[in-house]
């Protein structure tokens, strides 16, 4: 800051949350249940819980039942039973149905939107007394004697020059004797903690997909509510992961979906587009004619599973749900992993609590390790290395030996042996990907994309992408890669302009930015750091997303 600012004021907790999601909100009920004399309070960078929520969804009821019993008596949003599973292999005109892989069956689960069934967790969590202050962005660590003692919030107001604006107010300063970190993947506070206390010596690296979703609406005639269906194949090639995912549910609302997996090698693929043009194929558009786009957004997942695990906690907190890396990859879930690490957290935590002073946690990791969150990683560890590693069939091939055979006991671990943004080649050695334009009835243009998201910031703020050094945009990126940033962001905000008359350089557009992370996790060099913005900014999902 260029002007000498006013000290923050402080209120003190015995457990602080970052993160207003499955595992954030969790472990929140899970500990006012335990004790309701524990003083919790939560902190959520959207403007209301639940605004930055984006999944498929398919829920397994499994932890909500263990979490709050009762839930259909007080009124969850877990309405459209799963009904029909289907699984296809797509090449580029037909279809073909496969046996449905165990893993994905989804009889006794609902189709949601998990953006409601997040809303309803926090009434039920303020219920018990928990304190939720939406529209505050997590955005410091704070720490003394080597021990994490609590957050500190941005603050707002901030202009572009760094100085306060009429608007200002400094952030606040939540102190705690513990903080759980449940930031979803890739959460920037969490990626301090591991550099911080090491947490991911000994592990292999993460590795991630972008998942892309649209929200359709479509005439009640084409309406098939509880149908799932999953595909694999065509468009992409068959050395890079990935597949959609679409479910019928609600009232006449369509859930679309395509994810990739960031480990690709082409810089000239884009998610975004590949995601479009799956849409056209004979299979896919029957779904959609007549209907009509009404929301879209994105966010990056979190696949490396078990043998990608940091350690769970440091001193003064732990690490929760996708912060930590909780997803089940070939079930494709995660809410109801990620709810039971908060409740296997607020548990050991409520243990910590009653003894005699603040201590580390070392309950947490034992009481997941015995759960059936551990047992449930555990069996699936090796598909998405062998998906890696063997490419589509082989990796196809290998899944089915592992979890069919082997029922998820094979005497070896599979490795994940680089983080995916050191998978790229040169562009002048990739070939080149050709993607149709958008027809503005079934595929569409970013920009578009982006304005249905929601996505707003207030324009007069510092900048919440940073680059390490500018230098690399132009000497590595473009150079190198042809600029990738410009494909795998799904929202327009890098730009290459000045390429035609011999001087490019790259423009930012913060502005589009609807918090995928994915920048964050590919970019080649890692230069890119992603940083909450000002509270309450990014999009703002309604309910259905």
């Known amino acids: 800051m260029a002007e000498a600012l006013p000290p923050r004021e402080a209120m003190e907790f015995d457990v602080v949350i970052v993160g207003g999601g499955p595992a954030g909100l969790s472990a929140a009920i899970r500990l006012k249940q335990i004790n309701p004399e ?24 499994r932890a909500l039942n263990e979490l709050i019993p009762d839930w259909q008596e007080k009124g969850a949003p877990l309405i459209t039973a799963a009904g029909e599973d289907g699984f296809y292999y797509m090449t580029e005109k037909r279809s073909f149905k496969l046996p449905t892989p165990p893993q994905m069956h989804n009889h006794g689960n609902y189709i949601v939107s998990l953006g409601d069934v997040v809303r309803w967790l926090g009434q039920q969590a303020e219920a018990l007394g928990v304190e939720i202050y939406p529209g ?14 609590g957050i500190a919030t941005g603050d707002m107001g901030v202009g572009k020059d760094g100085n306060p604006t009429d608007n200002f107010q400094r952030g606040m300063e939540l ?93 000239w693929l884009s998610p975004f587009d590949e995601m479009q043009r799956f849409k056209t194929h004979p299979h896919m558009r029957k779904h959609f004619e007549g209907g009509r786009r009404v929301s879209y957004g994105a966010r990056a997942l979190v696949e490396g599973g078990l043998q990608s ?29 990620a709810m039971k690490s908060g409740m296997l957290a607020a548990e050991a935590l409520a243990e910590a609590l009653a003894g005699d002073k603040p201590a580390e946690v070392t309950g947490y990791a034992t009481r997941a390790a015995q759960s059936w969150l551990w047992g449930e990683l555990s069996n699936v560890r090796n598909v998405r290395p062998a998906f890696a590693k063997y490419g ?17 006991k094979a005497p070896w671990t599979m490795r994940h042996p680089h983080p995916d943004n050191e998978t790229l080649q040169d562009a002048d050695k990739a070939p080149r990907i050709n993607y149709p334009k ?40 473009w150079e ?38 994915t920048c964050d996790i590919k970019d080649p060099t890692q230069n890119i750091n992603w940083v909450p913005p000002e509270g309450g900014g990014g999009p703002s999902y309604p309910g259905g997303m």
């Not at 505050?136 to 003692?149: K, V, W």
């Not at 010596?201 to 993460?206: A, R, S």
């Not at 994309?449 to 050094?469: C, R, Y």
Request: a negative charge; proline letters at 6%.
């Open 309 to 337: 695990l940091p350690k769970l906690s440091f001193p003064g907190g732990l690490l929760l749900g996708d912060a930590a890396g909780f997803l089940n990859v070939p079930k494709i879930k995660g809410t109801h992993t």
């Open 38 to 61: 524990i003083s919790v309070c939560l902190v959520e960078k959207a403007g209301e819980i639940g605004g930055h929520i984006l999944s498929g969804a398919v829920i397994e009821p």
């Open 438 to 477: 958008p027809d503005g009835v079934l595929t569409f243009d970013r920009l578009s994309s982006v304005f249905i998201s929601n996505t707003n910031h207030e324009e007069n703020q510092p900048p919440h992408l940073h680059l390490a050094d500018p230098s690399k945009a132009i000497a590595v990126n």
């Open 175 to 267: 102190r705690a004797h513990y903080t759980l970190f449940a930031e979803g993947c890739r959460g920037s506070l969490s990626k301090q903690l591991m550099a911080r206390f090491n947490l991911r010596e000994g592990k292999d690296p993460q590795t991630y997909g972008i998942g892309i979703k649209e929200l359709w609406e479509v005439p009640a005639a084409n309406h098939r509510p509880g149908l799932i269906e999953h595909a694999l194949g065509w468009p992409l090639d068959s050395s890079t992961y990935g597949g959609s995912f679409l479910y019928h549910f609600g009232a006449n609302l369509v859930a679309y979906g395509f994810v990739v997996g960031l480990d690709y090698t082409n810089p």
């Open 480 to 517: 190198r890669y042809r600029s990738p940033e410009t494909r795998y962001c799904p929202a327009q905000v890098y730009e290459i302009v000045g390429a035609e008359e011999g001087a490019p350089r790259l423009q930012i557009n913060a502005q589009n930015c609807v918090h995928c992370k």
């Open 392 to 408: 589509r069939w082989g990796g196809f091939a290998y899944a089915a030996l592992d979890t069919v055979l082997l029922r998820g």
């Open 136 to 149: 505050f962005a997590a955005t410091e660590l704070l720490e003394e004697d080597g021990r994490i003692a």
